[in-house]
Every structure is written in structure tokens, then in C-alpha cells.
């Protein structure tokens, strides 16, 4: 059902815009989750109750997975599920910055089949279906065709950078580059802005769903860091690190990881 549910996570997503919108970042109350889980503000928690009120009433058959609520086994035993990160980037939210998103995604017996990403303060709009192509505001994107480190430009965090990670000793000789948000990353890189970007922790299944179809859906590659495919609505939602691109950098990444 990719066709008619795009436009549903179209709709709600412009919805989660005016909603985290009406906050102000600096002022907005926030805490820090347990264990070092990061930040949450007031704003997460409204966005979050809006989109599961508006998706699970138009869709009450679908399973449910999202950062601000509760996990449990029931999502299991739904074919599709809901896979929402309310705000992603809440430091930058919360820093009154303009680099947070919201990323929601349905997963179909863990393939993603429509995703939407959306940056409110930027108006960017990414969207995709499955075998259907992605977009940044309607228009059709494509992922970079770059195919070696030294024309490349990759998104990743400092951990990402250090030579123990990589087979030779040392970070390939690509540029390195950072946003603070992973489905604005996933984003950037379909629309071939970057020509990758690599996270090599583990990471929850609702940063990654709908960047993962976009991605796809440019043309590019996703994968996990070891190069296997990604399943979406595991037991445990956390993937084995990520790594996209165009298709000849990202293969490019994995040769070189160790």
C-alpha cells in the first residue's frame, strides 16, 4: 500500500511541522531520558501524541514503533508498522537550530515501503515509495556518482573518522562533513549533496527507516556496516551501524571498514 500511504505521512508530517513550530526551542522544557538515552522536550512528546492519534486512526491495523513511546512486543505481531522519530536532532532543536526533522516510515515484514522526511525551518520535504523514486519538494533526486575518496564528501561523526576503524590504519583521504540529525544525513545523501555518510554505532531503527527508503529510492546504497541488508521492526530496534551512499562510494566505504 506504498501509494496510499505517502500521502497520509505527507499530510501528518506538515502537521508535526506546525506543531514542534509552536514551541520555541530555547524555552521549550526539556530533561535528559535515562542512561544517557539524550535529550527530550515537550515539543517530542506533542509531536509523538499527534502523529500516533492521526496514523493509528487512519491506519488501526498497523503496528506502532517511535523514540517517545514505550516499546513492547505488540508492534511483532503487525505486517505493517508505524516507525516514527517525532524530532530528530533534539539538541538542535532545543539549541534553536534549524538542522532537526521529522522522519516517519511504514515497514511491510520489515521492508520500508513509504517514507517522509521533513525539516520544517529548512521547508525541505523528502519523500519516497516504494518503486516509486524519491523527492525533495516533488522534484526527483539522485544519489552522487562519485566514485572515489579523494572527490568524496562523507557525513560522519568523529568516532567515524579515528584509523581504528578502518582496514588500513587510517580514515580514507575522503572530506569529512557532520549534521546532527541521521535522517537529514540519509536525505542529504539521496539527493547526492553528499556522496555518503557512515555511522558506525548502533542505531535505532526510527533514525534510520525513512532515510533508508529514500536513499533506495535515489538510487543509492544502504546497508548496515558489515554490508547486510536492513530489516525494519526487530525485537531489539537497533541496526548494526550505517553505511550510504552513492553505490560506487558507499561499496567504496564498506571495502574499507575494517
Not at 562523507?154 to 582496514?167: E, F, N, R, S, Y
Request: with cysteine; aromatic share 8%; net charge negative.
Amino acid at each position: 500500500m506504498p501509494a496510499a500511504d505517502l500521502p497520509l505521512l505527507i499530510d501528518v508530517v506538515r502537521m508535526a511541522g506546525r506543531v514542534a513550530t509552536s514551541f520555541v526551542g530555547k524555552s521549550a522544557r526539556r530533561w535528559d531520558k535515562p542512561g544517557g538515552a539524550g535529550p527530550v522536550t515537550e515539543a517530542d512528546l506533542a509531536v509523538n501524541d499527534m502523529l500516533k492519534h492521526q496514523l493509528l486512526l487512519a491506519r488501526p491495523d498497523y503496528g506502532w514503533l517511535s523514540e517517545e513511546t514505550e516499546d513492547g512486543a505488540k508492534r511483532l505481531m503487525h505486517d505493517r508498522v508505524f516507525i516514527v522519530d517525532p524530532i530528530d536532532g533534539t539538541r538542535s532543536f532545543t539549541e534553536g537550530g534549524d538542522t532537526w526533522a521529522h522522519a516517519i516510515a511504514v515497514a511491510e515484514r520489515g521492508q520500508v515501503t513509504a517514507a517522509v522526511v521533513f525539516l520544517p525551518l529548512r521547508d525541505l520535504l523528502y519523500t519516497a515509495a516504494l518503486g516509486g523514486g524519491a523527492f525533495l519538494n516533488g522534484a526527483p533526486i539522485a544519489a552522487s556518482p562519485v566514485t572515489s575518496f579523494e572527490q568524496a564528501c562523507i557525513l560522519a561523526a568523529k568516532p567515524a573518522l579515528l584509523g581504528t576503524v578502518w582496514g588500513s590504519g587510517a580514515c580514507p583521504p575522503f572530506k569529512p562533513a557532520y549534521r546532527p540529525s541521521l535522517a537529514y544525513r540519509l536525505g542529504l545523501v539521496a539527493q547526492g549533496s553528499f556522496d555518503g555518510m557512515l555511522t558506525l554505532r548502533p542505531s535505532w531503527e526510527w533514525d534510520i527507516a525513512a532515510g533508508a527508503l529514500i536513499v533506495a529510492e535515489a538510487g543509492g546504497t544502504i546497508t548496515n556496516q558489515r554490508g547486510g541488508a536492513l530489516l525494519f521492526n526487530n525485537p531489539d530496534p537497533r541496526l548494526d551501524g550505517v553505511v550510504a551512499g552513492g553505490s560506487a562510494i558507499q561499496a567504496a566505504l564498506l571495502d574499507a571498514l575494517l
